[in-house]
């Protein structure tokens, strides 16, 4: 049997959780602890494992001899993971990336450096997938469609071919982009959208067929009411 690779995990809230599940029982990486930046370290502990200083995780976690892999949620466009993947990324560590035994993934498509990706996703020949991207449940992505870097797909959405999606954009659950279209950097797809144009950076999009809301994308991932959970 192959030895399982030692990894840790940043966070130590639900999304954590759910990582460790994963990772634990459909991967060939074993997590050995958490790391959470001081200012939100709360425990010692958890589940079973360490929790140590994020700061300071090179002391517990040497990067020649540990991967990493950022388990924290979409908050803010995905900005808060998208943070404490470059701070890993400057301390040297090398990236774990999940993908389910139960995704559908062709032989030629390319996957970055942190990704995760559940069960039920189906992702055609030819998609690139960006660094630091996150698929729930479900999604099916189209032949030679682009998902940029730090994006968040939220479960069943339908993504036809030749399609870019810009990097950091939220999809919410059961929105679908038509074919050949491009969605500009730091979009968020409102749950059940139907995108039928290529749309511009920065905005939010709503309904059936999808219109621009007049507030930014980024703005609107300010006040959004949940907070993240490290």
Known sequence: MKKKEKIFLIGAGETAHLAYEYFTHDSFYEVCGFAVEIKYLDKSEF???????????ETYFPPK??????????TNLNTARTRMFNLAKEKGYQFASYISSGASVWHNVAIGDNCFILSGNVLQPFVKIGDNVILWGGNYIGHRSIIGDNCFLAGHVIIAGLTKIGKNCFL????????????????FIAMAAVVTKSTEADSVYVGNPAKKSPISAKTYGEYRDFKPKF
Do not use: M
């Not at 589940?47 to 995780?57: H, I």
């Open 47 to 57: 589940l079973g494992l360490p929790v140590v200083p994020f700061e300071e995780c």
């Open 65 to 74: 001899e540990y991967k990493v892999f950022v388990a924290i949620i979409s």
């Open 172 to 187: 919410g659950i059961n929105s679908s982009i038509s074919d050949t279209l491009e969605i500009g950097e730091d979009c």
